[in-house]
């Protein structure tokens, strides 16, 4: 990110103003003053990218999501689970009454319910993954697009992550989290306004169609 920087070192030098008084050779109360020219300070501020994330509205709404994606998930183990074990209780309740083909072909057909259900749940446990990361990097990207903003705003010059490698220590004087964040929720707010505005419209749309 532009403003964003993984490890920060500021530098900032002063220099000395130098008073130099000539007054006995000049004869006259005159004073010379040589002051070099002293660099202005950049403004430095720093978020917590993470945290922001975990507290705007948006990203409560989206941890509620995959809540569910994931309690679903395990839902779906636990059942998946318990078929196999029906399974094996009823292969190992019949083994006296059963030959040995019948038997043999019981515990392939567990073997291979087993291996099924392993590669089915494989897949959609690497899919959740896929869409909590994708959805992880949407928000982060559109939260440092206004974290951007608000720093061009407010004057920044050097934006840093609390979480950026490097970064040991940032003073409360400098952190501006609050501030960003406020301006994220707002901004999700305002698109949720404007999302709404526009399916109302869609369905008045709809319903003027259908009547006429």
Known sequence: MKYF?????????????????DILTQGAATTQTN??????????????SILIMQKSQEGQKIAKEIQKDVESFQSEVKKSQKELEDMQTDISSKAKILNQEALQEKTEKLAQKKKDIERKLMDKEEAIKINIQKKQITLREKQLAIANSVSEKEGWDIMIDKNAPGVLFVAKAVDKTDLVLRAVDEKYIETQKGTSLAQSKKSVSKETIKSS
């Open 35 to 48: 002051v070099s020219l002293v660099k202005k300070q950049p403004v430095l501020a720093s978020i917590d």
């Open 5 to 21: 920087i993984s490890n920060v070192m500021v530098c900032l030098t002063i220099f000395s103003l130098v008073l130099c008084a």
